[in-house]
């Protein structure tokens, strides 16, 4: 009966030693795990949720009557961290929220309700999407392929790079002749997030369009910057397992 | 912005006393607070909330689309500690809940979830409302002259009493004449649960049908049974403030 808490706890684990393996300070850097630090959150988050009607979330995320109750009481727990600092502080104190688009409607909801509690408009700064690596879309955990996971294997890395979509054309003389579309290429925008300089992404878009570059190149080039990239992480990663207690919000 | 939490902690303080001045055993009960003990509840309340759609809430307890999500996402929180001493044992463990009427509908939601989840049904006993002081109805904590608190003073208990409403006639000669309406009478009541045995209650019952009894009278009676009551569970709950933390379930 406990399986679900345990995966949870599991994911939850796992995204915590990532974090911390990009290189967060700890001095700075606080983690707030929902289902651990819930004490700290659930009275906050009882305050918000007296404050948003049904009518509310239901336009905002899209709710209906078959909507699971816990997908309803969710947003006050992702807004409550915007008011803890005020709470901590004991004074109004503003955040800000780096998140991605989808996180959007969540902050929206709360800049709402934020005055009336007493407390700053939390404001917010909009990462981008890094895309996946399928034909279009987003990166899914539950489709392993769209994604390079920071624990793959080189063979991983090397077979899920090999079949990404690109904006290539069916055949090499095509190519070579009318040139490829790195817009709609996953390998060229992970390049030019991941290792690329922009002249260098610059000019691969130039040799790209041209029909100077073929994807397998490209691919070759993301294979060796990737592999070398991943073996550093997952070094970084070991190391992060010894550093969580120095990360979580609330050690005990 | 604290205000409300801290009357919520107010509250929960003041029952915690009348708990323990009832005369519970400290080795036979643990009292859980939602806001203290939510790091137990809360994954147990997400499973439980995922179980559960908006539309069964509607039904069950006539939540609305302005509805706060407050209310809507509290029912996993009342049902969880049905479960919890199975996850506390670690096996199947049934749980036997004394509750009013008024509380009925979460244990059915809960009920219809249980098994589905690998829990045991809870079993449900009804405990009888003691009517309020006024016309029909139940007692309300915010109307204060439809209920005797246990921290009243006897000024207090006096004017409640005199005031509280009784089955008599407009005046005396009537009630001698018809008799009076125990059934309805909130003193009738308050004496038959309190302090009557039940053969001196089927006595004042006959003699309050036949006229020989004016509500004054009773009205005597339960003030002169209720001062040395209160007086006695005031000690107790004195008392109890020392042993508050012999009853938490968690002591942190």
Not at 50 to 64: C, D, H, L, P
Not at 104 to 133: C, N
Not at 152 to 162: F, G, L
């Amino acid at each position: 009966m406990k399986k679900s808490f345990q995966d949870v706890s599991k994911h939850t684990t796992e995204n915590i030693y990532d974090i911390i393996a990009v290189g967060f300070d700890p001095k700075k850097t606080k983690i707030l795990v929902d289902t651990k630090d819930i004490k700290r959150i659930y009275p906050i988050a009882l305050e918000i949720a007296k404050r948003i009607t049904f009518s509310t979330v239901k336009a905002v995320f899209g709710f209906q009557n078959s909507t699971n109750i816990g997908m309803i009481g969710f947003p006050p727990i992702q807004a409550a961290p915007c008011f803890l600092p005020s709470v901590i502080e004991g004074k109004p104190t503003p955040v800000l929220i780096p998140a991605a688009i989808d996180q959007d409607p969540y902050w929206r909801v709360t800049r709402d309700i934020a005055e009336k509690m007493g407390y700053p408009k939390p404001a917010q700064i909009h990462s981008k999407f890094l895309p996946g690596l399928g034909m279009q879309g987003k990166m899914s955990s539950s489709i392993p392929e769209t994604a390079i996971f920071t624990t793959d294997t080189e063979e991983a890395i090397d077979k899920k790079i090999s079949s990404a979509f690109t904006g290539g054309q069916p055949t090499v003389d095509m190519q070579r002749k009318l040139g490829a579309n790195f817009s709609i290429c996953s390998v060229f925008w992970y390049l030019r997030y991941f290792f690329d300089t922009e002249k260098e992404s610059d000019e691969r878009a130039r040799k790209c369009r041209a029909g100077e570059l073929l994807c397998g190149e490209c691919k070759c080039n993301l294979k060796d910057a990737t592999k070398p990239f991943i073996a550093d992480f997952k070094k970084k990663r070991e190391k992060a397992k010894d550093q969580v207690d120095q990360f979580l919000f609330d050690k005990s």
